[in-house]
């Protein structure tokens, strides 16, 4: 092993140590090193970094952008180690990432989301994936966070959730309403008799017993978007919306009834499995309608002040 593998492994080790999980990383940095290795580089070159950042040829610059992103990283760490590295710019294909606007759902195209799901084959498929949907949207989970939930995970008693090592490898505990710990309780019922010896231990199954694969659901999603119209040439509806959807929805209900939003923040930062509430304040920009609530009780409080 060379001496830069060896410091992308040290590298990576301090970092998941931190809680990142850097599945990419862990895969394009050894690549990396490899590169700068057969370039008789001792450590890294921006020139070098770019070039490497450029090596597949049918992708869109984004993706150039973040190889080079992983590089910059692994350079700033080096940087500690060997003064010669050289930390590559940050912006050279012009294509810094910003999220995407999401999609919001209304309760009527959630609930025609849930019916098409029902016309599923085979009869546990359209179980599952109705029953899933329907937990993305009123409790704002990650799909990653929903497919991997053990049957132990979800306590169809007290009607809570248990997510454990999610992002960043944080878990949290989502209490549901009554009225989802009913429908998870029917389809675990309907699961069960579909499906009586299942190879997974996961709560959600797929059609053949095993545990359910992102691509899979992904595609089944595209499918039925695209079935009731939601789903065009301009409109890409994303699961991951169903989560934007809840967070401006709550946040909508909580202007409207004049609580004290600040205070609350941490709460639902929490529920949505957040850092920290900064990452929920990025809600208010999401929806038209509760950035005009916002500014009406700032001009409230504050607009007659000069």
């Known amino acids: 092993m060379s001496g830069l593998h060896s410091h992308v492994d040290e590298y990576l080790r ?70 010669a590295t050289e930390v590559p710019p940050r912006d050279v294909f012009g294509a810094r990432q910003r999220r995407p606007t999401p999609y919001l759902w209304s309760q009527e195209e959630i609930r025609r989301l849930l019916a098409a799901a029902r016309t599923l084959r085979p009869p546990i498929r359209a179980a599952t994936h109705e029953a899933l949907f329907g937990l993305l949207a009123v409790s704002g989970m990650r799909i990653s966070e929903a497919i991997a939930l053990e049957r132990d995970d979800v306590d169809l008693t007290d009607g809570i959730l248990a997510i454990r090592e999610s992002k960043l490898g944080r878990s949290r505990l989502v209490p549901l309403h009554p009225t989802a710990t009913d429908a998870l309780r029917r389809y675990a019922a309907r699961r069960d008799h579909l499906c009586p010896r299942p190879s997974a231990s996961t709560f959600f199954l797929s059609s053949v017993g095993t545990a359910l694969d992102d691509h899979g659901v992904r595609e089944a999603f595209v499918k039925l978007t695209t079935a009731i119209g939601i789903r065009t040439a301009t409109t890409r509806p994303r699961m991951h919306d169903l989560r934007h959807s809840l967070a401006v929805n709550t946040l909508i209900s909580w202007q409207r009834s004049d609580v004290n939003v600040a205070q609350r923040m941490p709460v639902l930062s929490n529920y949505l499995g957040h850092v920290s509430p900064a990452g929920t304040w990025w809600y208010l920009s999401a929806s038209p309608e509760l950035m005009e609530l916002a500014a009406g009780r700032l001009e409230a409080r504050f607009g007659g002040r000069r």
């Open 14 to 83: 301090l970092r998941r140590a931190l809680g990142f999980k850097l599945k990419r990383e862990g895969q394009m940095l050894p690549q990396f090193a490899d590169y700068l290795d057969a370039a008789g580089a001792r450590t890294v070159i921006s020139e070098l970094a770019i070039s490497w950042a450029q090596l597949p040829t049918d992708v869109q610059p984004i993706t150039w952008a973040h190889r080079l992103s992983a590089a910059r990283a692994f350079a700033r760490f080096m940087k500690t180690i060997e003064p």
